[in-house]
């Protein structure tokens, strides 16, 4: 398997990066990489310096620079790992169907939209509708989050580690010890990631979005 | 043969084909592990009668759950694995879904995979929650967690499934009752210590042992009288004179190996007592050769030869 490294140059535009996934890059080449256009007239190499790792076990991307102009970063990522040494723009993890996804980052709005499998682990910020319409997984963010969290959310849990602005259509279902977060916590100490540092299996759980299925939950760690 | 001064009988143990599970139980302390787990080996000592044998194999420290719980693992045979999914679920749903902060996982890993938590999770009314997560090797695992009373119930979705054999088993003759069960206590005290291995009888000891067929029609085994002592004289006894009392020691494992390592482990902690203290000989049930596929031969395994 390779690992992908993808270094952001600076450009003035928008760079979607949905193309740019762990599965869909393995076997190629950097010539091969650099040619994928990523839009009519950008390429990755316009917007990316590229270099190619063999050997490691699972199929893994590295975005390295990224900002907020880096859209889709993940979007419908099937396996693999995609770590986000940056920031990333809107929709990242965004239909996320298996695989784990990690941004050291900030993250800009729509995180995780209609993911349906897989972990999205966000260490700074979240913007705003983090998790809308959210199907399924796990998506866990350290830093704050913005309105609308869990917009339309189906099933699925947000992990948080600071409490949300509260939501007419989320309900609080109290403070509780959860046993499942323990195993849950020993999968991030696999990880390169500050959620590895994560032990508290006390949580307030919020289950919503009641404006839909109202089946997803919201778990805020506790200290 | 003689071990210690204890005649070693030239016989075997005939044992059969099963189907094994196991499923490592956890909960908040040791305390509450037993408890799920007792109960869900209790009733568990024979196929005739219980459909499963099951017992717990040994203690899982922290560092061994997958939930970082201390627990237990168990193991549970059956004779088909349709019977060993439906026993499995009964026990799930009655014995671990009850009992306080208790949660079960998979305990072997199988192309066969079968129900643990899959259909139990129904019983959270629409409230169960389904998660994904990868395990050490990265392999995702599911698992269900079900709102119970006490808080939440976790199960994994599954265990695996695999060929396992059951009816290993030595019998110790012995000069009265009490020294005789002595030495059946320390032969499951060091068997106990080993893998992959129960003794599903209470406290791992048979008193009752059978031979095929009864006197009444309707009876397809009855009591095996030729190791009875109070019938000596009055049927073809296999008991000399000086035997007062005889109990079994059945073992059930996932391999012929495993089972052979403990019969004997078990037969030399038995014989360790000696035959000053009562034990006279140590003998196996079988079936004339004819019924099960596995064969333990007394005098190979105790001389190290534990091949099928």
């Given at each position: 398997?390779?690992h992908?490294?993808?270094?952001?140059?600076?450009?003035?535009?928008?760079v979607?990066?949905?193309?740019?996934?762990?599965?869909?890059?393995?076997?190629?080449t950097?010539?091969?990489?650099s040619?994928i256009?990523?839009?009519?007239?950008?390429?990755?190499?316009?917007a990316?310096?590229v270099?190619?790792?063999?050997?490691?076990?699972?199929?893994?991307?590295t975005?390295?620079?990224?900002t907020?102009?880096?859209?889709?970063?993940?979007f419908g990522?099937?396996?693999g790992?995609?770590?986000?040494?940056?920031?990333?723009?809107?929709?990242?993890?965004a239909?996320?169907?298996n695989?784990?996804?990690?941004?050291?980052?900030n993250a800009?709005?729509?995180?995780?939209?209609?993911?349906?499998r897989?972990?999205?682990?966000i260490e700074?910020?979240?913007?705003?509708?983090?998790?809308?319409?959210?199907?399924?997984?796990t998506?866990?963010?350290?830093?704050?989050?913005?309105t609308?969290?869990?917009?339309?959310?189906?099933?699925?849990?947000?992990?948080?580690?600071?409490?949300?602005?509260p939501q007419?259509?989320?309900?609080?279902?109290?403070f509780?010890?959860?046993p499942?977060?323990?195993i849950?916590?020993?999968s991030?100490?696999?990880l390169?990631?500050?959620?590895?540092?994560?032990?508290?299996?006390?949580?307030?759980?919020?289950?919503g979005?009641?404006?839909?299925?109202?089946?997803?939950?919201?778990?805020?760690?506790q200290s | 043969?003689?071990?210690?001064?204890?005649d070693?009988?030239d016989t075997?143990?005939?044992?059969?084909?099963?189907r094994?599970?196991?499923?490592?139980?956890?909960?908040?302390?040791?305390?509450?592990a037993?408890?799920?787990?007792?109960?869900?080996?209790?009733?568990?000592t024979s196929?005739?009668?219980?459909?499963?044998?099951?017992?717990?194999?040994?203690?899982?420290?922290?560092?061994?759950?997958?939930?970082?719980?201390?627990?237990v693992?168990?193991?549970?045979f059956?004779?088909?694995?349709?019977?060993?999914?439906?026993?499995?679920e009964t026990?799930m749903?009655?014995?671990?879904?009850?009992?306080?902060?208790?949660?079960?996982?998979?305990?072997?890993?199988?192309?066969?995979m079968?129900?643990?938590?899959k259909h139990?999770?129904?019983?959270?009314?629409?409230?169960?929650?389904?998660?994904?997560?990868?395990?050490?090797?990265?392999?995702?695992?599911?698992?269900?967690?079900i709102?119970?009373m006490?808080?939440?119930?976790?199960t994994?979705?599954?265990t695996?499934?695999?060929r396992?054999?059951?009816?290993?088993?030595f019998?110790?003759?012995?000069a009265?009752q009490?020294?005789?069960?002595?030495?059946?206590e320390a032969?499951?005290?060091?068997?106990?210590?080993?893998?992959?291995v129960i003794?599903?009888?209470?406290g791992?000891v048979?008193r009752?042992?059978s031979k095929?067929?009864?006197?009444?029609?309707?009876m397809f085994a009855?009591?095996?009288?030729a190791?009875c002592?109070?019938?000596?004289g009055?049927?073809?006894?296999?008991?000399?004179?000086?035997?007062e009392?005889?109990?079994?020691?059945?073992?059930?494992?996932l391999?012929?190996?495993?089972?052979a390592?403990?019969m004997?482990?078990?037969?030399?902690a038995?014989c360790?007592?000696?035959?000053?203290n009562?034990?006279?000989?140590?003998?196996?049930g079988?079936?004339?050769?004819k019924?099960?596929q596995?064969?333990f031969?007394?005098?190979p395994?105790?001389?190290?030869?534990?091949?099928?």
């Open positions: 398997m390779s992908i490294i993808l270094t952001a140059k600076p450009v003035s535009r928008t979607d990066c949905r193309a740019l996934l762990p599965l869909a890059l393995q076997g190629k950097v010539a091969d990489i040619a256009k990523l839009a009519a007239n950008l390429s990755v190499s316009d990316f310096e270099s190619v790792d063999a050997g490691v076990e699972t199929p893994k991307v975005f390295k620079n990224t907020s102009s880096h859209h889709y970063i993940g990522m099937t396996a790992q995609l770590i986000v040494e940056g920031d990333a723009g809107d929709f990242l993890g239909q996320l169907q695989g784990v996804l990690i941004c050291k980052g800009s709005a729509r995180a995780g939209d209609r993911m349906r897989g972990m999205l682990l700074g910020n979240a913007g705003d509708y983090c998790g809308s319409d959210m199907m399924a997984g998506l866990g963010v350290l830093g704050s989050t913005g609308h969290l869990g917009y339309g959310m189906k099933r699925g849990t947000l992990l948080l580690a600071q409490a949300p602005a007419a259509t989320w309900i609080d279902c109290g509780h010890k959860l499942f977060l323990n849950l916590y020993k991030f100490k696999l390169d990631s500050r959620f590895a540092q994560i032990s508290s299996q006390r949580v307030q759980r919020w289950m979005d009641m404006g839909g299925l109202g089946k997803g939950e919201i778990l805020v760690i | 043969m003689q071990l210690n001064g204890v070693i009988d075997f143990a005939e044992a059969f084909n099963m094994g599970t196991r499923i490592l139980i956890t909960a908040q302390n040791l305390r509450w037993y408890n799920a787990a007792n109960a869900m080996t209790g009733f568990a196929v005739i009668g219980c459909g499963v044998e099951a017992g717990i194999e040994r203690e899982l420290s922290e560092d061994e759950t997958p939930d970082g719980r201390p627990g693992s168990v193991l549970m059956a004779m088909g694995s349709k019977v060993l999914m439906q026993q499995l026990r749903g009655q014995c671990i879904l009850t009992c306080p902060t208790a949660a079960a996982f998979a305990g072997i890993e199988s192309e066969e079968i129900s643990l938590g139990l999770r129904f019983f959270g009314d629409g409230y169960q929650v389904s998660k994904q997560i990868p395990d050490a090797t990265g392999k995702l695992k599911r698992y269900w967690r709102p119970v006490d808080g939440e119930f976790l994994e979705e599954t695996g499934m695999v396992a054999i059951g009816g290993g088993n019998l110790v003759l012995g009265s009490a020294q005789v069960l002595t030495a059946c032969a499951i005290d060091a068997m106990r210590k080993l893998p992959n003794m599903p009888f209470p791992g048979v009752s042992g095929v067929g009864s006197k009444y029609p309707k009855s009591t095996n009288d190791f002592p109070t019938l000596k009055v049927v073809k006894s296999e008991l000399d004179p000086r035997v009392s005889v109990m079994e020691i059945v073992v059930n494992g391999t012929f190996e495993d089972i390592v403990s004997k482990a078990g037969i030399e038995a360790s007592l000696g035959k000053d009562g034990i006279l000989r140590v003998s196996a079988n079936y004339g050769g019924l099960g596995h064969h031969k007394l005098r395994i105790l001389s190290g030869e534990v091949t099928a």
